[in-house]
Structures are given as structure tokens and as C-alpha cells.
């Protein structure tokens, strides 16, 4: 399981800069979530995303939390990418909206 220090007395919340990469690799069950649900995520100009599902064997379909937060600033400026599907589906990278804020998913829909 994966984690990220959140500090919530930083003014800025987090930020994915510029030549910032995040890379999700699932393995048979899926992946552990980037949750800050008290502040923004934020994403700069040519930043990136990439997700290989190729290991993931849950039957679709399925919906997947890749990171969560109160919004995700500058989401349609980051790069995502799935760089290898996953065996039972086809996935693509998709925003959310809650009452709590949103959230980035991969969404694995059947073949």
C-alpha cells in the first residue's frame, strides 16, 4: 500500500509539476489510492499520469479510485495514459465528481 505525506498547513496543497510523473501499476486486484480528502491535487502543464493494468484479473466492470481530493486542479493539463490494458477489459482514465470533492478513476469496461 502505497502513501503520500499530507500536510494540510501547506498553502499550495500537492502538485504534480511539470516533469512530474505518477505511475500506477496494478497488480491481480488493483491499486492503493492517492487520498488527500481535505485539499486539491494540483496539476501543472506537461505533467503525467500512466497506469499498466496488465496484471489486474478482476472481472470488469470496475471502477477504480486512482486519486482523490477536494479538486483536481489542472487535471485536463496532465498527460494520462493506460500503457497496457488489462487482460479481462479495456480501461480508460476518467474524473469524477462527489459530494467530497473529486476523484481520478480507471474505469475497466468488457472487451
Avoid: H, W
Avoid at 22 to 45: C, H, N, T, W, Y
Avoid at 48 to 57: E, F, K, N, W
Wanted: aromatic fraction near 6%.
Amino acid at each position: 500500500q502505497a502513501s503520500f505525506d499530507d500536510n494540510p498547513a501547506a498553502a499550495e496543497g500537492s502538485i504534480l509539476d511539470e516533469t512530474g510523473t505518477i505511475e500506477f501499476i496494478l497488480d491481480a486486484q488493483g491499486v492503493s489510492a492517492i487520498d488527500f480528502p481535505k485539499r486539491a491535487f494540483k496539476f501543472k502543464q506537461g505533467s503525467r499520469l500512466t497506469v499498466d493494468a496488465s496484471q489486474y484479473l478482476v472481472s470488469p466492470p470496475k471502477r477504480i479510485a486512482l486519486i482523490s481530493g477536494t479538486k483536481l486542479e489542472g487535471i485536463e493539463l496532465c498527460e494520462k495514459t493506460v500503457v497496457a490494458q488489462p487482460k479481462l477489459g479495456v480501461a480508460e482514465i476518467e474524473v469524477g465528481r462527489t459530494p467530497k470533492g473529486e476523484t481520478l478513476y480507471l474505469k475497466v469496461s468488457k472487451k
